[in-house]
């Protein structure tokens, strides 16, 4: 008698695709977790729709339209574990820029026939529709994290994913640190870990693409940012990209973006 395979599907809501990408490009890694588990649902990849229930759930995107509430709620209810990857589905996304603004006149200055057009107010994280076993962030996720992901809830257990900032990721690589050599304004202080220090490897600074690690003071940080050369506008901008709705980037943006206005 052939052992049962566990079942995996993987969801697409509102984003652009990218994390469903790096699940594609695993290239080598991807033969062992197709062969460990039975890919049930993932229209990226195939047409075959299995029905479910299944053992785990990848969501990509955040919740955008009435439908999406009732999608992700489906999502929850035919899935033993749920995984929210990527910055869309953890924090809402470049389209939580929404979240700040009148979503009406965007409407408007989009569409020819905006009031054909359903959608809501917010892009919020599937975190705050539904209850998530975990959340792998990024922009894009790290390939690596996400198989230690699917192996981890595979196996039975925790992902050991590491909760530290990106200025630990700089030390391991023997990265200078780029504030303090050359005045480069960065977010690595505050930014969850995961792309392996890959902008100041290279001399930028880091952008938040992982979304704000698991302690921050952004009161004590913004000051730095300030003396490194940056007006508030800037830092309300690079608050406000791929992770603008995350509650630490957001509470910080807000009282600087309408002190500018």
Known sequence: MTERRPTLAVWKFASCDGCQLTLLDCEDELLPIAGAVEI??????????????????LVEGSVTTPRDV?????????????VTIGACATAG????????ADVADFRAAVYASPEYVETLAEST?????????????????????????????????RPDIPDHSVCFACKRRGVVCLPVAS???CLGPVTHAGCGAL???????????????????????????????????????????????????????????????
Do not use: K
């Open 125 to 157: 994280a599937i975190s705050l529709n539904v209850p998530v076993d975990f959340e792998l962030r990024g922009c894009p996720i790290d390939r690596g994290q996400l198989v230690e992901v699917i192996t981890a809830f595979l196996a039975g257990r």
């Open 40 to 57: 049930s649902y993932f229209l990226e990849a195939s047409s075959a729709e299995g029905p479910g229930p299944y053992d785990l759930s």
């Open 93 to 100: 996304g470049v389209q939580a820029l929404r979240n700040f």
């Open 199 to 261: 902008c100041p490897s290279y001399g930028r600074g880091c952008y938040g693409c992982f979304g704000p690690s698991v302690s921050t003071n952004m009161p004590a940080f913004i000051p730095l940012l300030r003396r490194d050369g940056m007006s508030d506008r800037d830092i309300v901008r690079v608050l406000r990209t791929y992770n603008a709705a995350e509650p630490q980037f957001a509470e910080a943006s807000t009282p600087l973006a309408e002190e500018d206005t």
């Open 183 to 185: 005045g480069t304004p």
């Open 70 to 82: 009732e999608r992700i709620r489906h999502v929850r209810d035919v899935s033993r574990h749920l």
